[in-house]
């Protein structure tokens, strides 16, 4: 089934009468259900539930390290999390945690458990506002597609740097530093990770085009097929488990069967203070810009059949964190990085999530928070080769950059958000600069058509300058003027260029000979008469 919307047949539903509309609704809505989670590819799904753990596991790890976060009670909620998500999208919707709210934590050693949940519970109650007043979708209008690119490329970039500090560096996940380079060989040496990216490239490549994919599937020979469907983040993760066993064999003793037990966390006035001071308010425009907007942009870039809106991700973001934080569960958002790694990986239905949160789930309620015991052996630098693809993957996105304008206005809002650490400092600066190139642009638009009445044209060999100034008498004739314009242009134009403001319009057209731009110059004439 190629479709991803589910069209009900009403006499296969059946069922007339007074429960035949609510019959036929509940089976609908259970097909799209099914639909929504269906594996377009088992391997596939299952290898892009594998693409989001590069981001996961090192805050989550280093929280639990450092500041005691119960690594069982994170499991449970977020693979719920992940089941809903999974469920109600169809898409691989990442959970990921915080990122500010992390960093505020393992950067402040007072900034604890209660400060923590203090601000993810905030930052989910602005959000869940701003969802359902519908302000969320104004937000997403108003953002223009080169700040949002911008703001992903800083972001992909940032993954990609962490990435390389991962590989390159021995880690201190407890306290979030990097400590000295990584030795060559070992269980968590060098050569393992330059392998794990040198497997993951050969496997996966730059990641083609969904049109030049479907068409090699059928002229590949069996072995490339074959290498092609390799799950390699699955393989990656598998070999980091058996090493992370094989560095510490006592750890297996260690684990402990049965769940965590849950307790509600009790926040104090000055614990919502501090968390809204140092966690919430930095955390908030992150959400905002990175786990609504640009999410909803890169869905609708990488799967152009799903419109997702940015009211329904900011109600079940705000809604999830308004239950699992008061339980000590790590405050969780959608990111489009974790979006674009599961993707690279071959996830492309919401049964890849679905997947990863029954895994997290099983975990978290057979093991609880033992795992940490195995977890915090797991090879830092495969990690890296995880985060490094998921990285690239997102910054590979601003790439549908096609002006110079757009292209500056990206560039800029990228190099403010990574010099000066805020994605709110660079989304202010880009929008800043697309305000003034607007302006700039309906000034020369202004220069263009100021010194025209209301109709003339330009006959310069092959070239037609055609300008309609200020007509307000004449809006109907003006309409039927643009629409012949429009309509002898798809036929008899070599270039076209377009711009004006709502009551001017300015535009060069290249015509193939002369005789077509008589006709043009026949009908325009025609339609000016008085």
């Known amino acids: 089934m190629a479709g991803v919307g589910v069209v009900v047949d009403p006499e296969a539903v059946g069922g007339g009468g007074d429960g035949g509309g609510d019959g036929r609704m509940k089976e609908g809505l259970a097909r799209r259900a ?21 981001t996961y596991i090192p805050i989550v790890l280093s929280l639990a390290l450092s500041r005691q976060l119960d690594l069982g009670t994170t499991l449970v909620f977020t693979g719920i999390y992940n089941a809903i998500t999974g469920l109600l999208y169809g898409v691989p919707m990442p959970v990921q945690p915080m990122k500010s709210i992390a960093a505020a934590a393992l950067a402040d050693p007072s900034f604890a458990i209660p400060e923590i949940m203090a601000a993810g519970i905030l930052t989910a109650a602005f959000v869940l506002f701003l969802g359902l007043t ?10 223009p597609l080169s700040v949002v690119r911008g703001i992903q490329l800083a972001q992909g970039l940032n993954f990609a740097m962490a990435a390389v500090k991962y590989i390159r560096y021995e880690q201190d996940l407890g306290k979030g530093k990097s400590l000295g380079r990584r030795p060559w060989v070992g269980l968590d040496g060098l050569v393992l990770a330059i392998a794990a990216v040198c497997f993951i490239v050969l496997v996966n490549g730059a990641g083609e085009e969904q049109e030049q994919r479907q068409q090699q599937q059928q002229q590949q020979q069996w072995w490339r097929r074959r290498l092609g469907s390799v799950p390699s983040a699955v393989v990656v993760f598998v070999v980091g488990v058996a090493f992370a066993v094989a560095r510490h064999p006592a750890a297996v003793r260690e684990l402990r069967a049965g769940p965590s037990r849950m307790r509600v966390v009790h926040i104090s006035r000055e614990a919502w203070k501090q968390g809204f001071i140092k966690g919430a308010l930095p955390q908030i425009p992150l ?46 958002c959608h990111g489009a990085g974790g979006l674009a790694g599961q993707y690279k990986f071959g996830g492309r239905s919401g049964g890849c999530v679905a997947a990863l949160g029954v895994l997290k789930l099983a975990l978290g309620l057979l093991l609880g928070g033992s795992m940490l015991r195995v977890l915090v052996q797991f090879p830092v630098g495969l990690l890296g080769a995880l985060l490094l693809f998921a990285g690239v993957e997102l910054a590979a996105a601003a790439r549908d950059m096609s002006t110079r304008a757009e292209a500056f206005v990206m560039l800029l809002c990228t190099a403010v958000s990574l010099v000066g650490s805020s994605a709110a400092l ?33 006959i310069l060999g092959h070239h037609l300058l055609l300008g309609l100034g200020e007509l307000p008498k004449r809006r ?10 429009h309509s002898h ?14 009551t001017q319009y300015a535009t060069t057209i290249s015509f193939n000979t002369k005789q077509q731009l008589l006709e043009l110059f026949i009908n325009i004439f025609h339609c000016s008469l008085p």
């Open 489 to 502: 242009s798809v036929g008899c134009c070599q270039s076209l260029t377009h711009t004006g403001c709502s």
């Open 34 to 54: 099914v639909e929504n989670l269906r594996f377009r590819s088992v391997w596939g799904e299952v290898n892009g539930a594998m693409g989001d753990l590069g």
């Open 426 to 458: 660079g989304f202010l600066c880009g929008m800043l600069a697309h305000a003034l190139l607007y302006l700039r642009a309906c000034a020369l638009r202004e220069r263009i058509v100021s010194s025209q009445t209301d109709f003339h044209i330009d």
């Open 476 to 485: 109907r004739r003006r309409r039927q003027i643009n629409y012949i314009f």
């Open 287 to 332: 959400s905002v810009l990175n786990s609504v907007v640009a999410v909803c942009k890169l869905t609708r870039d990488l799967f152009p059949e799903r419109k997702e809106s940015p009211t329904s991700v900011s109600v079940t973001m705000g809604a999830m964190n308004l239950v699992g934080c008061w339980f000590g569960a790590m405050p969780c």
């Open 134 to 143: 519908r302000l969320m979708d104004l937000v997403y209008r108003f953002v």
